[in-house]
Every structure is written in structure tokens, then in C-alpha cells.
């Protein structure tokens, strides 16, 4: 009986070892099957994310497209209604960089929408600039940045284009606008600096008139109260606010110093330079409507000078 019992524990441990090899074999083919399955799920993945990588890229160079193109639309109106004697490559860089700073405060998409309803001109910069946005991205190779290249005949045909009339007209009438600007704040400056003459003659007249010495320090606190409201007080024009705050500006600002400062004095010239690019730009956006250039936006302008 025991002897049998023997056999039958024999063949079960058998059973069960032969069962724990296959089960393990089992257990093989499974891993190796999810191993496979695994690396296909990841191989999938991998070209996905490279797929959408290689999509944003694109969407990325088409939006930097589009930007660069607007932007050629607003210079061409802005830089040929400058009319600074001398342009040097300092206002040229100064004004490429006021554009941009304007289209990254509005943004390219809004811009463009907007101006389909502002004007002809505005809604033919809108239809050029998605127009040959689409025209760059089908004939250069935007999916490979590394050999990435606009044909010149592209460029040539955009330009050709853009020459309209109406920008012509628009930049002579902001050319204008801007020189009435500065005429009138030069007229306001002489006007307020023969004031001030007046005043501290009419104030030295008296001091000479008298030996009472209290009479003569009242004449001169009185002509120095004239004078801070001849320069103060007086209505100030969007032109001669800018020269105002900026050279406000160069008086406390260390870096500003160093650019607007002669001799321990005020540059007033390049303060003027600088103000008439700073001018001319809000003047071509509002005479080109390109936003709504009201009371708040002008504050908001102005107060970032200072």
C-alpha cells in the first residue's frame, strides 16, 4: 500500500514539475509576445511624436512666416514717412524694433483679421501676407528648417505687390502729420523759453529797484514760481510729452544716461531723434488705423516712457 502511494506521489510531483516547465514556457512566449507588442506600442509612439514634433515645427516656421511678412507691410509704410535728416543704421534698428514690439503686443492672427475690415490697404496687406504665407510654405522646404530657403522670385513678386499707391499716400501723410508735430513743439519751446526770459528780466528789473533785501527774495521766489509753471503747467502736445518723460527718464535711469547724456548734459538732439521714430510709428498706426489709437492707448504710450 505504501509502496503505491510512493508511485503516486511520484507520478504527481512529475505532473507537477512538467506542468511548472510549461507553465513557465508559457510564461516565456507571453513575455516575449508582450515584449513585442511593447516595442511596436513604443516604435508607434516614438514616430507619432516625431510626426507631431516635425507638424508643430512647421506650424511654427509658418507662423514666423507670416510675422516676418506683416512686418514688411508695416515698415514699408513706417520707414518712408522718417524724416530724419542722416537716417543712421541706430534708427533703423530702432524703428525694426518698435514694429516688432508692436506686432508681438497684438498679435499676428488679430492684426491680420482686423485689418481685412479697417481699409483697402489694410485688407491688402492682410490678403498678401496670408497669401504668399501659403505661396513660401508650398515651394520651400518647411518641414526641414536646416535647408529652409524663400526663392528670390518669391520675394521679388512680394515686393512688387506691396508697392501700392496708397501706401505711398499714407506715408506722405503721416510724413505731414508728424513734421506739423514737431514744428509746433519747437514753436512751444521758444515760445516758453522767450517766457521765461521775460519773466527773469521783468524779475532782475525789480531786484534792481529795490535795496530792501526781503523784497528782492520775494522777486525771486515769485519769478522762479513763473517760471515752473511756464514749463509745467502749460498744455503739453503727445509730441512734446514723449520728449518730456524721456528726458525725464535719462535724468534716473543709468542706462538711459549713457546714451542720452553729453558732458554731463542733456542730449536733447538725439531726445528729438529718438521721440520723432517713437512719434512717426504711433502716427502710422493711427493714420492707418491699424488700432484704435484713442485717449487710453496714447496714456498707456506715454506712460511707458517714463
Known amino acids: 500500500m505504501f509502496t503505491r502511494s510512493k508511485e503516486y506521489l511520484d507520478l504527481y510531483f512529475q505532473e507537477?514539475?512538467?506542468?511548472?516547465?510549461?507553465?513557465?514556457?508559457?510564461?516565456?512566449?507571453?513575455?516575449?509576445?508582450?515584449?513585442?507588442?511593447?516595442?511596436?506600442?513604443?516604435?508607434i509612439y516614438e514616430q507619432q511624436m516625431a510626426n507631431r514634433n516635425k507638424t508643430m515645427k512647421a506650424a511654427k516656421i509658418k507662423q514666423e512666416i507670416k510675422k516676418a511678412l506683416l512686418f514688411e507691410c508695416i515698415y514699408n509704410v513706417y520707414k518712408e514717412s522718417i524724416s530724419l535728416i542722416g537716417k543712421d543704421y541706430t534708427h533703423e534698428n530702432m524703428m525694426k524694433s518698435f514694429v516688432n514690439d508692436f506686432i508681438e503686443e497684438n498679435?499676428?492672427?488679430?492684426?491680420?483679421?482686423?485689418?481685412?475690415?479697417?481699409?483697402?490697404?489694410?485688407?491688402?496687406?492682410?490678403?498678401?501676407?496670408?497669401?504668399?504665407?501659403?505661396?513660401?510654405?508650398?515651394?520651400?522646404?518647411?518641414?526641414?528648417?536646416?535647408?529652409?530657403?524663400?526663392?528670390?522670385?518669391?520675394?521679388?513678386?512680394?515686393?512688387?505687390?506691396?508697392?501700392?499707391?496708397?501706401?505711398?499716400?499714407?506715408?506722405?501723410?503721416?510724413?505731414?502729420?508728424?513734421?506739423?508735430?514737431?514744428?509746433?513743439?519747437?514753436?512751444?519751446n521758444m515760445s516758453t523759453k522767450a517766457e521765461i526770459k521775460e519773466i527773469i528780466t521783468q524779475s532782475q528789473e525789480k531786484i534792481n529797484t529795490t535795496k530792501n533785501e526781503e523784497l528782492k527774495e520775494f522777486y525771486e521766489i515769485q519769478a522762479k514760481r513763473k517760471i515752473a509753471e511756464a514749463r509745467e503747467n502749460k498744455p503739453k502736445s503727445i509730441f512734446e510729452t514723449m520728449v518730456f518723460n524721456v528726458a525725464k527718464s535719462c535724468v534716473v535711469n543709468e542706462d538711459m544716461k549713457k546714451v542720452y547724456m553729453k558732458d554731463n548734459r542733456l542730449d536733447m538732439d538725439k531726445i528729438v531723434e529718438t521721440c520723432t521714430i517713437m512719434y512717426t510709428?504711433?502716427?502710422?498706426?493711427?493714420t492707418c488705423k491699424m488700432v484704435n489709437v484713442d485717449e487710453s492707448y496714447i496714456r498707456k504710450v506715454l506712460d511707458n516712457l517714463k
Open 281 to 286: 510709428l504711433l502716427e502710422t498706426v493711427n
Open 107 to 188: 498679435g499676428v492672427e488679430k492684426l491680420l483679421l482686423d485689418f481685412k475690415m479697417k481699409s483697402y490697404m489694410l485688407s491688402e496687406f492682410s490678403r498678401l501676407v496670408n497669401k504668399y504665407t501659403d505661396i513660401i510654405c508650398e515651394k520651400s522646404n518647411i518641414e526641414n528648417p536646416d535647408n529652409f530657403s524663400i526663392p528670390p522670385e518669391v520675394k521679388a513678386n512680394f515686393y512688387d505687390e506691396l508697392d501700392m499707391e496708397d501706401c505711398e499716400q499714407a506715408s506722405q501723410m503721416i510724413k505731414m502729420r508728424v513734421s506739423a508735430a514737431i514744428e509746433d513743439f519747437l514753436s512751444d
Open 16 to 43: 507537477q514539475e512538467r506542468q511548472n516547465r510549461l507553465d513557465k514556457l508559457n510564461e516565456s512566449v507571453i513575455n516575449e509576445d508582450n515584449q513585442a507588442k511593447n516595442d511596436e506600442y513604443q516604435n
